[in-house]
Structures are given as C-alpha cells and as structure tokens.
C-alpha cells in the first residue's frame, strides 16, 4: 500500500487550503455582493459570519481530518460507519462544482487571447453572450459544443490533472505559483484601480455604509453564504487537506491563518474592482450603479469595458487580468479534484495516477453540457441548487453530526491538545445552536423563494434537471458509494 500524502511543510499546506478558499468568489462575488448589500454596514455582518460561522466550521473540518486522517468520506467513516455516504455528499458537492468551474476557467483561456487584439470592440456584452458563448434563449434549446469553449476546458483539466499528479506532494510546489501570482498581479490591478481618475466615485460606492440594511434578513443570509462559499468549507476539501498534515501541528492558528488571508483578499479585490468601475463610470457619464453588473458579467463583461478604457497598455492589463483570474481559479478547481481523488484513494486503494485519470476525465466529460449553446444556463443553474441546497446541508449536516452525534467535544479536547490557542465552550455553542439555527433560517427561507417561482424564472423542468434533480442524486450516489465494497 501506497503511503499516505504529506505536506512538504506546514507552509505547503497554509498555501494549498488559502489557494483552495481565494478563487474567482473573491474578485467578482465579493465586491458585487457587498454593494448590493450595504457596503461599509455588509463588512459588519460579514465579519460577524466569519467569526460566528466561518472559522468554527474551518477549526470543526481541519480537526476533523486531522484527528482521523482521512479524506470526507474516509473522515465520516471513521466517525460512524453508518455516516460515510455524508462524506461522499461533501465530495459530490464538490465534484459538481468543479465541473463548471473548469468551464469558466475556459472562457478565462480565451480571454486570455482575446485580449490581445481587444477582440470584443466596442460590444463587449454581445461578444461574450452571443459570439463567445452562442448563448441560446433557453435551457432546453442546448445548441451545439462549442469547439473553443471545449478546448480550453481539455486545456483546464490537463492543468488540474498535472497540479495534483502526486497528491499532496505536487499541489505543495504548484501552489507556490498559483497563490502568489494572483496576489502579486492583483497588487498591480488595485494600485492601478485606485489611481484611476474617478476611483473616488467607485470606493465611495463601495464602501458607504447603509446599516438601515442591517435590518434586513437578506442581509445576513448574503454575508453567511458569502463566507461560506468564499472559505471552501462544506466540500470536503479541508477536511481531506488537513489530513495530510504531519501529526503535531496547529489547527486553531491555521483555521485563523487561512481564514483571515482569504477576507482580506475579497476586502483588497474590492478596491481593484470598484476603483476601475468609478472610472469607467465617470467616463461614460453613468452613475456606477448603472455599470455593475454580477456574475459572469461582471468579469467577461463590464471588465473588457474597463480594459478597452483604460489610458495605456490595455492588451497587457487584459492579458493580466484573465491571468489573474485563471490563476485565482486553478487552485480552487484542483482542490475539489483532490478532495474526490483522496476519497476514492482512502477506500479503494488505487495509485495516484489511475484515480486522477478516473477523477478528471468523468468531470471532463460531464463538463461538455456547459460548453454547448445553452451552457452558461445549466451553469447558473447547477451553481445557485449546489451553492444554495448543497454546500449549505452539508455544512448543517456536519454541525448536528459533529456537534451532537460524535459530540463536539471530542474535536474540541483533540484540537486543543495540539494547538497552542484554545477554543472554549463558546466554540461548542456555535457549532451546536449558532450554525445550525443559521442555516436552517436560510435553508427554509431559499426554500420558500424556490416554491414561490422558480430560480431565475428559468422553466420548472430545466430548474428540475438541473437543479432539483442533482441535490437529489447527491444522498443517493452516496449511499451507492458507501455500499460499494472498499479494497482494504
Ligand atoms: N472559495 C472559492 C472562491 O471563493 C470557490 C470554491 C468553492 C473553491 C468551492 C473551491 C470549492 O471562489
């Protein structure tokens, strides 16, 4: 039998699990939720999620794989025999999201080259929808595969096979490359974005608080899966990492360590980001509500705007600024493979090379909807179900299964044994009641939206398909996982 991964250093994995947490979600989701949501006042109840909701999930997971080294669903089994089709969930979770997340890797790759000649003129917005994408009216229209999209996604899943070939051994040196750049580049965007003239009208947009918000339940629930989604917690990913650690380390100081590098990128990103868009709105005489956009649009679109304005040099900055983002979202993506590839590895024993090949090539290969016609659809589909159901049930589901079932106090004593700062009883409290009574609120809450009409007022049977349907396979594929017989 193979002998389990380990870090280089405890560097290696610092780095691994910030590259797994600071991805696209941070420049182009932060930024747009925080305005939407009060600005300055968003920042307050965000670094309440955090410090609420986000570290105690990030301490619960790295204990987790740390006490019984192994991946989510190895972790689980450990737990409780009966629970390892809940680790599986974590994994699926996550497995899924992969998928298009290497779609949009793609559309970076294309980018990438685009903007050397600023291919998309002056229609940035019919470029990307209708010349990159041939984004169909409907879901149900799927449209044909589009070569190029499909090349960049082979090209994304050749980059994620090769970052994890050995496990734990090769994704410690990758990341050296794909955590520092993107900082180092995002340096030149936010000194660039701030010296801008009318960066004023952006940051004040920004950041001006409006704690009447505050108020407003929607708020919270915004700051709470924000940092959720933001801190990869919920995938199995930490989980899986942390299990390769050596055993004396420190769990508390790394939650905290990783934890705060990730917010104080998003918080960074959003000078970059809305220092640009005051400009640009300035420019073309609009107020800055009026040119942000979220989601895709706001990095395929509103940013080739901003690139086209700029006073010098745009291939470069645009050259730049999709580097930034592929580089943002490779150790994001790769993390997932190798949260599943560990799971796969912990129960049937295979080498590195026959599960990654297995790992890369299903996702691959379930990634082809999203790059036809009626792609992007199926993306936004597939992302609010797993972000919204998914992510969010199996942070709950860790909560009651580590907090009640297995006993929160025993991660507690085996954390504390090994870390220099304590937690106390407030940890268990949070885990126990804080969370839990948290997502529930929001679980039911996006529950009752969704019965009230559907996602985007996209048709009931595409939100079904690819929605509904896939939060469902989630337990059933992991009761089929767990049942099937491990190789020991
Ligand atoms: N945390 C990443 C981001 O902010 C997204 C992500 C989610 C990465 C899940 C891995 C797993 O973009």
């Keep these: 039998m193979?002998?389990?991964?380990?870090?280089?250093?405890?560097?290696?994995?610092?780095?691994?699990?910030?590259?797994?947490?600071?991805?696209?979600?941070?420049?182009?989701?932060?930024p747009y939720i925080c305005y939407a949501n009060g600005g300055g006042a968003f920042l307050v109840a965000w670094l309440v999620?955090?410090?609420?909701?986000g570290?105690?999930?990030?301490?619960?997971e790295l204990g987790l794989g740390h006490k019984t080294e192994g991946s989510a669903s190895e972790a689980f089994r450990k737990v409780n025999?009966?629970?390892?089709?809940?680790?599986?969930?974590?994994?699926?979770?996550?497995?899924?999201?992969?998928?298009?997340y290497a779609v949009i890797m793609s559309y970076c790759f294309s980018f990438v080259y685009h903007?050397?000649?600023?291919?998309?003129g002056d229609d940035p917005t019919g470029f990307f929808y209708q010349q990159t994408l041939g984004l169909t009216?409907?879901?149900?229209?799927?449209?044909?595969?589009?070569?190029?999209?499909?090349?960049?996604?082979?090209?994304?899943?050749?980059?994620?096979?090769?970052?994890?070939?050995?496990?734990?051994?090769?994704?410690?040196?990758?990341v050296y490359a794909t955590v520092l750049i993107p900082w180092f580049l995002l340096l030149i965007f936010v000194v660039r974005g701030v010296t801008l003239p009318g960066a004023v009208e952006g940051l004040t947009f920004y950041l001006t608080p409006d704690f009447q918000k505050l108020l407003s339940h929607q708020v919270w629930l915004a700051a709470y899966t924000q940092v959720f989604f933001s801190l990869s917690v919920g995938f199995g990913i930490m989980i899986a990492y942390s299990s390769f650690l050596p055993r004396k380390t420190d769990i508390v100081n790394n939650a905290f360590l990783i934890s705060m590098a990730n917010c104080a990128t998003s918080f960074v990103a959003g000078f970059a980001v809305f220092g640009a868009l005051g400009y640009y709105a300035v420019k073309v005489g609009k107020p800055v509500a009026e040119v942000v956009a979220s989601g895709p649009g706001l990095a395929f679109v509103t940013y080739p705007h901003i690139i086209s304005n700029l006073p010098f040099w745009q291939p470069l900055f645009g050259v730049l600024f999709f580097l930034m983002l592929l580089t943002l979202g490779i150790d994001s993506a790769f993390s997932l493979a190798e949260a599943a590839a560990a799971g796969v590895m912990d129960k049937w024993k295979r080498s590195h090379r026959t599960t990654n090949i297995a790992v890369c090539?299903?996702?691959?290969?379930?990634?082809?909807?999203?790059?036809?016609g009626a792609g992007l659809h199926w993306l936004d589909i597939l992302d609010n179900f797993m972000n919204k159901f998914g992510l969010s049930i199996v942070c709950l589901g860790?909560?009651?299964?580590?907090?009640?079932?297995?006993?929160?106090?025993?991660?507690?004593?085996?954390?504390?044994?090994?870390?220099?700062?304590?937690?106390?009883?407030?940890?268990?409290?949070?885990?126990?009641?804080?969370?839990?009574?948290?997502?529930?609120?929001l679980i039911l809450a996006e529950l009752l939206e969704r019965i009230k009409g559907s996602y985007m007022g996209y048709p009931r049977l595409a939100e079904f398909l690819g929605g509904w349907m896939m939060v469902l396979l989630l337990p059933i594929f992991g009761i089929i996982l767990m049942l099937v017989k491990r190789r020991d």
Excluded: H
């Design 137 to 174: 009216e409907s879901p149900l229209d799927i449209g044909g595969v589009k070569g190029y999209i499909f090349l960049g996604l082979l090209l994304s899943w050749i980059a994620i096979f090769f970052s994890i070939w050995k496990g734990a051994k090769t994704v410690g040196k990758v």
């Design 55 to 60: 570290i105690p999930l990030m301490i619960l």
């Design 115 to 120: 903007s050397l000649t600023l291919a998309w």
């Design 398 to 441: 860790e909560c009651i299964l580590i907090g009640w079932v297995f006993g929160s106090g025993k991660i507690k004593e085996y954390v504390n044994g090994i870390s220099e700062f304590k937690i106390g009883v407030w940890w268990d409290i949070l885990i126990r009641f804080f969370v839990p009574v948290v997502l529930g609120v």
């Design 2 to 30: 193979e002998k389990r991964d380990q870090w280089d250093s405890r560097f290696a994995f610092i780095l691994a699990a910030i590259g797994s947490a600071i991805g696209l979600g941070n420049i182009w989701r932060f």
């Design 81 to 100: 025999r009966k629970f390892e089709w809940f680790g599986w969930v974590a994994i699926l979770v996550g497995f899924f999201i992969v998928c298009y």
């Design 49 to 53: 999620a955090l410090f609420t909701a």
């Design 361 to 372: 090539s299903i996702a691959l290969i379930i990634g082809i909807i999203f790059t036809t």
